[in-house]
């Protein structure tokens, strides 16, 4: 089963208390091994278990990697560090996924795949092997949310049983520790454009009798708090960029005067609309500069071109710009004051003067404190 001059594939399985299945599992990923032929290695990353679960697995045939830090990505980063394949496949260890029959991931990780993920969907799914919130609700809405914000061709985001390169995972270089692991493998494949494909495989009802780790309710919102942390354009951007547009829109309509039943309150809450807005898009850069920097999320080129041209001393001079229209505008009202004819203009018209006024004085400074943010980020970035 094993040459140690030559592994091609580690089989690895996080594993915290499953005494009931740990045996099994390695059994028959054992069996998958020299059915096939293949040189490889079976290893069981432990979180920690405090039943017999390590000497199971040892007396079955596995290498067992201690593993401290809690978590099921943890365990998982921490027994694929010590895996020597050249092909990685990660499974549960809880009896549910088919390690017998792993010749489909063997076949398109060979052909050249990456990253290769098991579709548990494509395959009939046995009644008691997943429960209908996950089925039919939670998994689909969370897959769905990932293809969209990242155009990931994934269709069951969260099949823990998927094989990879180890080339791959060195370039991943993953952080999280929990349940979002299995999220952040396949974004940051995706935006790292690896070449990805599915497999479909079979399910079983889980072998252990206790309660499964899994908390659907907490670990489905980490998911989706992951995914939108890690799409700073659908979280911050789009919403920051629509409100921008849309409070532009009616400023501009009603800033020559009434119209239909619309006045300066609503010209009020137009402008705060692109406040809100403009915060929200700095807030999508700040993000992305961030998750860049902790190396969360791969550099973007388009966004590095983009700030090659967009230099510091350019945005604090469009802010400056608009800073100036502000005090112009603010000078101007109080000129309107001095003369006595501020109040003979009526609310209504004054209070158009006093929102662009204060709205561009926002927007300048807001742009300039951006602009020197931004600086500071992209010298620890290229540091």
């Not at 094993?2 to 599992?25: F, H, R, Y």
Request: with cysteine; glycine share 8%; proline share 3%.
């Amino acid at each position: 089963m094993e040459d140690k001059n030559n592994i091609e594939v580690s089989i690895v399985m996080p594993c915290l208390n499953e005494a009931e299945t740990i045996g099994i599992c390695v059994t028959k990923a054992k069996r998958f091994l020299e059915r096939n032929n293949i040189s490889g290695e079976i290893i069981v990353a432990d979180n920690g278990s405090s039943d017999n679960s390590q000497s199971i697995a040892e007396s079955n045939g596995a290498k067992v990697v201690n593993v401290e830090q809690r978590g099921y990505g943890s365990a998982l980063i921490g027994g694929i560090t010590a895996a020597k394949g050249k092909y990685i496949i990660m499974g549960d260890s809880d009896d549910s996924h088919d390690l017998e029959n792993l010749e489909g991931f063997i076949e398109k990780l060979r052909a050249g795949y990456e990253l290769v993920v098991g579709n548990r969907f494509a395959m009939q799914i046995e009644k008691g092997t997943m429960s209908f919130l996950n089925r039919y609700i939670g998994n689909p809405i969370l897959s769905g949310i990932g293809r969209i914000l990242f155009k990931s061709p994934i269709k069951d985001f969260h099949c823990g049983l998927r094989g990879f390169t180890r080339d791959l995972f060195d370039r991943l270089d993953l952080r999280t520790v929990g349940m979002e692991f299995a999220s952040e493998m396949i974004v940051k494949a995706t935006l790292l454009k690896a070449k990805i494909t599915e497999v479909p495989t079979k399910m079983f009802p889980a072998g252990r009798s206790r309660k499964p780790h899994l908390r659907p309710f907490r670990d489905g919102w980490r998911h989706l708090r992951f995914l939108l942390l890690y799409s700073p354009r659908w979280l911050f951007f789009y919403p920051g960029l629509t409100m921008i547009l849309i409070g532009l829109v009616i400023s501009l309509w009603l800033l020559p005067g009434m119209r239909l039943s619309l006045d300066i309150h609503t010209m009020l809450y137009a402008s705060t609309a692109m406040l809100i807005g403009l915060q929200s898009v700095s807030f999508a850069i700040f993000s992305k500069f961030f998750a860049m920097n902790e190396k969360l999320l791969p550099e973007n080129p388009r966004l590095n071109k983009i700030l090659k041209y967009f230099t510091l001393e350019k945005g604090v001079f469009i802010g400056l710009i608009f800073i100036l229209a502000g005090i112009l505008g603010s000078v101007y009202a109080i000129f309107l004051v001095g003369k006595g004819i501020f109040n003979l203009l009526g609310i209504t018209t004054t209070m158009r003067l006093v929102i662009v006024s204060t709205t561009a004085l926002l927007i300048g400074f807001q742009i300039i404190f951006a602009s020197f943010f931004i600086s500071i980020l992209n010298l620890k970035l290229k540091h």
